[in-house]
């Protein structure tokens, strides 16, 4: 079972950076994409950045540029830079895990497909 707990968020001033982390302390598996989401209150989860098992990165515009994705798989960890940090950046920052057993393309930006989550960490980017 996959156990996901991230780490790393807090409160920086626009044009800050913040380095997150997404740990799994459960069972070693192989994932196809590891994701990064991020939710306001009152607002629905969105997609952030994925990285397929195979080293592939893709980002949302809105974070395209600013934010990096990098996976440590000894470690079984995933780590978002987030560089040039603005307020509408703020959020609660999950990762998840897509299991699903799939070879090449992109990962997927859709909730329902990643079945694991970790409990999520808050950035606060203030002006």
């Known amino acids: 079972q996959v156990q996901l707990a991230e780490s790393g968020g807090g409160s920086v001033q626009a044009g800050g950076s913040l380095r997150l982390s997404c740990s799994n302390s459960?069972?070693?598996?192989?994932?196809?994409?590891m994701g990064w989401f991020r939710q306001v209150p009152g607002k629905q989860r969105e997609w952030v950045s994925g990285?397929?098992?195979?080293?592939?990165?893709s980002y949302a515009d809105y974070v395209q540029g600013r934010f990096t994705i990098s996976a440590d798989n000894g470690k079984s960890t995933i780590y978002l830079q987030m560089n040039n940090l603005k307020p509408e950046d703020t959020a609660i920052y999950f990762c998840?895990?897509?299991?699903?057993?799939?070879?090449?393309?992109?990962?997927?930006?859709?909730?329902?497909?990643?079945?694991?989550w970790g409990q999520g960490t808050q950035v606060t980017v203030s002006s």
């Open positions: 990285i397929t098992s195979d080293g592939r990165t």
């Open positions: 998840a895990a897509d299991l699903r057993e799939i070879a090449g393309g992109s990962c997927s930006t859709a909730v329902s497909v990643f079945g694991s």
């Open positions: 459960g069972d070693a598996v192989g994932y196809y994409c």
